[in-house]
């Protein structure tokens, strides 16, 4: 009892203490993505979005297209953001000319005013299964980034693009990852492009996935990031106490079999549905609430993999909204953080703390703000409770 005492004590302290400091500590620990999807006929207006941005200091964003409604609306503001060229348009980008002119049109308007801080250039192309995509995809990254270079506006921007785990032929144990036989050409032009230009690989990366097809041979816990007795590598005797920690870590080895070093890998998406079919083994609300809650806190504790511990791993949730026009099975419409109304579809931390205001005890889960770029300056962020609340539960022994 009197341990749980001198916790409490402890938690209360710091707890004044962070509030008496502002969020000041909190921006210090780096941002995490989301993913900003529009297959759905229910959303709310960019502007609004914006407002849910500001509004939870979410600073990191990627969408699937060159929207100008986005680009336009998140002008002035500080959110980074990731566009995506569609895989539709990439072989019109083998041409230097083409891909001078489609910059000059999706990019340089927007710039300096949105932060526009990569381009995709595709999604997955690799796992497409289009030879001829395929093959369009190293020119086409080339020409994107030369024709940023020759606008003089390629400074900040990376260009890369996002591959899925099919791209790995052997992914288990992390040590023994390789990419497939059959695009070792390309992915080895892919590599040397990302090499020379500084730019990131870009995965999506889902152990979702991976519980749903052998819910009984694959661990929960080990899925969701909860305590688990986990792997070790057998070659390396890295310890991994969850799966995607496990999956990045596979790519990273299979970038170096092809002998390329120094290549950060970020995950470009990752998430947990909240629902799904009667075959979706894991689908629920509790899950994906416990998925998305333990990445959270590993994001602003800034852990790196078990391969590169010193290097925090940048990962961005899929996804922003429940999108309802996703074809597919019942999980494709249930990945979002948020409903199109704005409120959340679960609790990924203290949501009651989620818009607390210093001059109000009122709390809500919903963005009431119109017409604003930024949240009032009394609100907190949702990442700077979900910190303060893993800290305070920790040292209460209660997480």
Sequence with gaps: MTTLIRRMRLSYIFLTFSLSLGIGFFERVASFGINYGQVA????????VLELFSYFKITKTRIYDTNPQILNAFANSNIEVIVTIENGILSQLNDPQQALQWVSDHI???????????????????????????????PALVNIHNALAQLGIGSNIQVSTPCSLSVLEQSYPP???????????IMHQFLDFLSSTKAPFWINAYPYFA???????ISLDYVLFNPSVGMVDPNTNLHYDNMLYAQVDAVIFAIANMGFNGIEVKVS???????????????TMQNAATYNKNLLRRQIANEGTPLRPRMRLEAYLFALFNEDMKPGPTSERNYGLFEPDESMTYNVGLSAFATISASSTTMSLTSSATNTKA?????????????????????????
């Design 41 to 48: 006929n229910n959303l709310p207006a960019p502007e609004k």
């Design 108 to 138: 340089k308007p927007y710039l300096p005013d949105t932060k526009i801080t990569g381009i995709q250039v595709g999604n997955e192309i690799f796992s497409d299964g289009d030879i001829s995509l395929i093959q369009s995809l190293v």
């Design 175 to 185: 040590s023994a990852g390789s990419f497939k036989s059959e695009i070792s050409d």
């Design 211 to 217: 519980y749903k097809d052998a819910p009984n041979e």
């Design 269 to 283: 998406e990752t998430g947990w549905p909240s629902k799904g079919d009667s075959d979706e083994a894991g689908a």
């Design 375 to 399: 949240a009032p300056k009394g609100y907190q962020t949702l990442f700077y409770w979900i910190f303060l609340y893993v800290l305070t539960s920790t040292l209460c022994g209660s997480l």
